[in-house]
């Protein structure tokens, strides 16, 4: 075993520092237009002394000079030559994994937490701002946190000494959208259960939800064809904030702006949900249905009145919004600390309050809420993030629908960023060159910021949320603020590659070795970051050599695809690995050809037997054997 252990520790260290040496970053906007402020960044990874870069990101696998010089090939079927990596397309770490408590407490990952920790520290002597962080794992449910500040940023420190803590509320503003979309997921899941028809669906198509949704005569198309993941992941083709923020000339606008000029003074308008359905039918389609996300609270208070609208339709309740989301989210996952609306009195001392002018005490009209409405604390999104983004068994949703919304909907052309319903997605570059999507979505109103984020394959996540201490006049003057998506970005580019070390690490522990019977051979070794299954003989039969095989039957006899062995691809399915080539991203072969029982011949399921003893099963050769060294 410790031989088999070397594998990966002799490895890792080198890999990972390779890849926090790089400055490999992000490049950030601050969007501060409109009450629900978009934040977007670029994924970044740090080097070992968590120096920010803010070049334009690179492969960590590419040299500024190979990306200057266009070879003419748009479409390039494998890494060049002269590079210090080949095209593996690794495995993700196998689902049934990411809940297994060796994961939380590996030296690395606790090493990782202890330099968030210092880091984190450090930062909160410079600021004045009350924030509140926490990390969520599969495992085990929140596995770190670190808290910041005074509640109250604006009173003295005399008068208002509370320190901030798990359970102090902030405003999450556009975080809200994850709830809308959830409650739809929810509804959909509920009628189901109720073999209510029809069911909901993100596919489902906004009129036949909302017949009283209208746009101008011109959109007739559009208006048919707009559907609930249209809204969720704002490529509707609908305005940002339609009816709100208007002016008649940009002469209007000064910074800093002068006192008779607040755009935020009234917004959002209070109108009802009759008066905002008018105001979209008059308004022009900015991008074509599909064409291009644009992001658009409207879009949100559209999908809030089709979860009301279905959510009557399947129970007959008659239930506003909030009260929708009170008794199919927040109580269920005892969010206790959750509310939209006015502030409940027996919550008002948890509420942080921002130094500089802010939206804490506003109370937003009900169209609204969707979209971005939400009070919550780092413990209730602990909850949201654990017992439904990455239990491996998802409360209220199935786990279908999860995988179904954990999906990136538009890629941008800069082939970091994506857009999914209503995540914003970034690039994130492992120590072995896999890449992967970060989730994350982020809120924000005057003066209160926050992030959530995921990285489901290695079952974790991110809450971040800051309430700013600055006064209005140094926020102004551009003060220094602690900024909830740099944070973020900043735990998960130190934890995720200590958690990529811990998984690899059981995989060589559980998986690694020699496996024998009376008739049968097999070895499974880890290399290039992947399990292979190096060598198989079963009954006097070459397994991989039969792989072969069985493609030339139909591309005719070709140089060896499997001599090297075949890298053992996991399923969700505790114990079950798809075998197949080691090169490249294969997915039309899985169960091309199987036994009359219906087993795949790609197919080995390794897992300890009913003795508690770890063997390998393979049903097309009836072979069973058993781990040995």
Request: a neutral charge.
């Amino acid at each position: 075993m410790e031989e088999k252990q070397a594998v990966i520790d002799g490895s890792t260290p080198h890999r990972y520092q390779r890849l926090r040496r790089r400055d490999v970053v992000m490049s950030s906007v601050w969007n501060a237009i409109g009450a629900f402020v978009g934040i977007t960044f670029a994924f970044l990874v740090v080097n070992q002394t968590e120096v920010w870069s803010a070049q334009r990101l690179q492969s960590p696998s590419t040299s500024s000079a190979t990306q200057s010089e266009y070879t003419g090939q748009t479409i390039v079927a494998a890494a060049p030559k002269d590079l210090d990596f080949q095209w593996k397309c690794i495995p993700p770490p196998p689902p049934y994994l990411v809940a297994d408590s060796r994961i939380h407490s590996h030296p690395v990952v606790l090493a990782a937490l202890a330099d968030i920790e210092i880091s984190l520290r450090a930062k909160s002597l410079f600021s004045k701002d009350a924030f509140s962080v926490s990390v969520v794992h599969a495992s085990k449910g929140k596995i770190f946190d670190f808290h910041s500040g005074r509640i109250r940023t604006n009173e003295s420190a005399e008068d208002s000494p509370a320190s901030v803590d798990g359970d102090s509320i902030f405003r999450i503003a556009s975080i809200t959208k994850l709830f809308t979309v959830l409650e739809a997921l929810i509804l959909g899941n509920q009628a189901r259960l109720k073999s209510f028809s029809p069911e909901l669906s993100l596919g489902t198509r906004l009129k036949d939800v909302l017949p009283e949704f209208r746009l101008p005569s011109a959109f007739k198309e559009e208006e048919d064809t707009i559907t609930l993941a249209h809204l969720g992941s704002h490529t509707a083709g609908l305005g940002r904030d339609i009816g709100e923020l208007e002016i008649e000339s940009l002469d209007k606008i000064s910074y800093p702006p002068p006192d008779d000029l607040d755009l935020f003074e009234d917004f959002p308008h209070n109108r009802t949900a009759e008066e905002t359905l008018k105001l979209i039918s008059e308004r022009d389609l900015i991008w074509q249905v599909g064409q291009n996300p644009s992001y658009s609270n409207t879009g949100f208070s559209l999908l809030g009145l089709a979860v009301e609208k279905y959510h009557d339709k399947l129970f007959k309740a008659g239930k506003g919004f909030s009260t929708i989301l009170k008794d199919d989210i927040f109580t269920p996952l005892a969010m206790n600390h959750t509310f939209t609306g006015p502030i409940p009195e027996h919550l008002r001392k948890h509420v942080t309050v921002p130094a500089s002018k802010n939206f804490v005490d506003k109370v937003f009209g009900p169209v609204h809420d969707p979209a971005g409405g939400i009070f919550s604390t780092t413990n209730d999104m602990s909850s949201l993030l654990h017992k439904v983004l990455l239990a491996s068994k998802p409360l209220l949703i199935s786990p279908a629908q999860r995988l179904t919304w954990l999906k990136s909907q538009h890629q941008f052309t800069d082939g970091i960023s994506s857009v999914g319903i209503p995540w914003e997605t970034y690039r994130a570059i492992m120590p072995d060159y896999s890449v992967y999507n970060v989730y994350f979505k982020g809120g924000g109103l005057p003066a209160q910021v926050s992030q959530i984020s995921t990285f489901p394959e290695f079952g974790y996540g991110v809450i971040a949320l800051t309430s700013i201490g600055l006064t209005e006049k140094e926020f102004r003057e551009g003060g220094n603020i602690t900024d909830p998506t740099a944070v973020s970005f900043q735990i998960h580019n130190t934890l995720a590659p200590a958690l990529w070390v811990a998984y690899n690490s059981i995989l060589v522990q559980d998986y690694v070795g020699i496996y024998v019977s009376g008739d049968g051979f097999a070895k499974i070794t880890f290399k290039d970051s992947m399990l292979v299954l190096e060598k198989f003989f079963a009954k006097g039969v070459d397994v991989l050599l039969k792989y072969d095989e069985i493609i030339w039957t139909e591309a005719g006899k070709r140089p060896r695809v499997y001599e090297a062995g075949a890298k053992l691809f996991a399923t969700a399915f505790e114990g079950q690995f798809r075998a197949t080539i080691m090169g490249g991203c294969p997915w039309v072969g899985f169960d091309a050809l199987t036994t009359k029982t219906g087993w795949g011949v790609d197919k080995v399921v390794i897992k300890k037997d009913e003795a508690g003893k770890m063997a390998l099963f393979y049903e097309p050769m009836k072979s069973k054997l058993y781990k040995v060294a």
